[in-house]
């Protein structure tokens, strides 16, 4: 799915989702490219966006494909990224991903925490010997 990638190089795309995002009352958020050097922090900031406003970017690319607006290449990006969206397995597994990065996230910041801890005491150690 190249969802940020349609947004992120379509100003069009991004005009229209923004459009219908304000006639359906909603606040539009970007989507967000899933990779990045932190991971998991890019990873679950991408499914909160995908996951709370899920019913925009189905209705943007149900509303791309019944008005036929754009070139044949955008016609089918739109039917493969809907497609993938009206899966229910994707969506399951997306809801999973999400409450699993949620508990793998407050563990990472607990190592991370520990091990600058560990290095301060190390420092300290190097100094006073």
């Not at 991004?14 to 219908?20: N, P």
């Not at 909160?48 to 754009?70: C, M, P, Q, W």
């Amino acid at each position: 799915m190249s969802l940020h990638k349609h947004y992120h190089y379509s100003q069009k795309a991004l005009r229209e989702l923004q459009l219908l995002a304000d006639v359906m009352d909603e606040d539009m958020v970007k989507s967000v490219n899933m990779s990045g050097t932190r991971w998991m922090p890019h990873l679950s900031r991408c499914l909160d966006v995908l996951l709370s406003k899920y019913t925009i970017f189905v209705a943007h690319f149900e509303n791309t494909l019944e008005s036929r607006t754009g070139s044949v290449e955008v016609q089918g990006r739109a039917h493969l990224i809907l497609n993938h969206m009206k899966d229910y397995v994707l969506i399951f597994y997306m809801h999973f991903l999400k409450d699993v990065l949620c508990i793998l996230s407050d563990l990472s910041l607990i190592f991370r925490r520990t091990v600058v801890i560990c290095l301060q005491h190390q420092r300290h150690l190097k100094l006073h010997a």
